[in-house]
């Protein structure tokens, strides 16, 4: 038997202010799209801002629904209406942050699996890397050059050919 270790590298900003001039905007936009996420049920607030290579910014929040599970999170909403919009034009870099109305949340909150996924499903059609920038609602904010660097073993179309 062998072991296989996988390793990853992710970038640490102790604040906004240490990012880029751009991603410091498309983060404002992220936290202007969270506050007005509908989350009447989790109180649990995320924002999403997409920099596409067109120059566009696409937003989503996520929209909860009294039947879980059919509300969607912020990156898939900003994924799929990028998609639906603006079709085949590369998304170059995501930011996303995250609110409690119950509690502080100063830790750098990832996707989760499943817009984990459907970010994976970009970057793969688009050929190239989406780079993602995320953090709670304060502090930290950590960046990923690649999907692939929070999704090491993405399932895409490979398997299914």
Same mark, same amino acid.
């Given at each position: ?11 640490? !900003? ?68 990028? $998609? ?49 920038? !995320?953090? $709670? ?25």
């Amino acid at each position: 038997m062998k072991k296989l270790k996988i390793e990853t590298t992710l970038d640490v !900003f102790d604040s906004v202010s240490e990012l880029p001039q751009e991603i410091q905007e498309l983060m404002n936009k992220a936290q202007q799209a969270r506050e007005k996420a509908y989350a009447p049920y989790s109180s649990f607030k995320v924002g999403a801002a997409m920099q596409l290579a067109n120059g566009e910014v696409v937003l989503g929040n996520n929209q909860e629904n009294a039947a879980y599970p059919s509300g969607l999170c912020a990156e898939r909403v900003a994924i799929f209406y990028a $998609g639906a919009t603006y079709p085949g034009v590369a998304i170059d870099s995501i930011a996303l942050t995250v609110r409690s109305l119950e509690h502080k949340v100063d830790t750098p909150t990832p996707p989760c699996g499943a817009c984990r996924q459907a970010i994976a499903e970009y970057e793969v059609n688009q050929k190239s890397p989406i780079k993602i920038y !995320f953090m $709670g609602e304060t502090g930290k904010v950590v960046m990923a050059d690649s999907i692939k660097v929070l999704l090491p073993f993405i399932f895409d179309n490979t398997f299914l050919k």
